[in-house]
């Protein structure tokens, strides 16, 4: 009996030890999946914050206007088909430039159209590359003028100059665009015809 009793003493013990190791271990295993579950929740985070920066770098590009396809303002002459793409400027540069014949200018309310016919400088002479397009812009653009001027440099308003580039005479313009392809003057390239 006594075999009995020491063997009832021994399991109870082995018993008891059991639960204190076991409970250790589903404490442990509780701790460790509470942490992968915030270790996920801080993934998620993160990349739904990443997400949302890019959904709204997505979105803050799509409120920025494309300069290519946008339509002109109701009762503005539409653009004539050709290759012309804006010049974009050079690293380091403010603006890029167009060289081109400006003629035919037409005062349209607050706008002057004019017809641009492209040039290259090549050593001295102006040869056109074949390339003509329209652009409406707002009579207040300043023009950098010498000849138009009566021979003394001045800076002068677009729809100022109407009646001079209204005709078939072509007077050479050194056109300026910003990064956006968007007008910011005209400059007359007097030095090329002199």
Partial sequence: MSDETG?????ADLAESGRRQAAPLAAERIRAHGERRLRRRRAAQASGGALLVAALAVGGLSLVPDIRGQEPPAGVPTATASPFVPPAPAPGEEYGTELGYVHGAVANGDG???TVEQLRDEEGTLV?????HTLTLPGRTPVEARRLAGGEPAVLELGE???????E???VFAIDYDDRGRVQSLREAYWLVD
């Fill in 7 to 11: 063997l009832r003493d021994h399991l």
């Fill in 112 to 114: 002057v159209r004019i």
């Fill in 128 to 132: 056109p590359v074949g390339v003509e």
């Fill in 161 to 167: 100059l109407v009646d001079e580039l209204a005709d």
């Fill in 169 to 171: 005479a072509r007077w």
